[in-house]
């Protein structure tokens, strides 16, 4: 069983920037996928980025591209967003997922999840 832990979210004005970082329990980090989810209230949940096992490839939304730069450091289990140019259509809970495939998570699915963290941009 996969255990992620997201953090970093919080409050930020719109055009600022915010990091959020997950944390994987797993001892082989580097043999998973993973990637950010999002929901905004009354929304359904939307794809945001996915990083291949290694790092060496990445998708992203349409809506983040150019924006948001997903990257891992295997060495500390863990994986990050960097979000740039932040917008009020940002907001939303995101959350942290994990499959054997990048493609898999751009896609849409996953098969690990983590409990989200609260994204607010205001405007």
């Known amino acids: 069983q996969e255990q992620l832990v997201e953090s970093g979210g919080g409050l930020v004005q719109a055009g600022g920037s915010l990091t959020l970082a997950c944390a994987a329990s797993?001892?082989?980090?580097?043999?998973?996928?993973m990637g950010w989810f999002r929901q905004a209230p009354g929304k359904e949940r939307e794809f945001v980025a996915a990083?291949?096992?290694?790092?060496?490839?990445?998708y992203y939304a349409d809506s983040v591209k150019g924006r948001f730069t997903i990257s891992r450091d295997n060495a500390k289990n863990t994986m990050y967003l960097q979000m740039n140019s932040l917008k009020p259509e940002d907001t939303a809970v995101y959350r942290c997922?994990?499959?054997?495939?990048?493609?898999?998570?751009?896609?849409?699915?996953?098969?690990?999840w983590g409990q989200g963290t609260q994204v607010t941009i205001s405007s």
């Open positions: 997922a994990a499959a054997l495939t990048a493609r898999t998570i751009a896609g849409g699915t996953s098969d690990y």
């Open positions: 990083i291949s096992r290694n790092g060496g490839v990445t």
């Open positions: 797993r001892r082989t980090f580097s043999n998973i996928a």
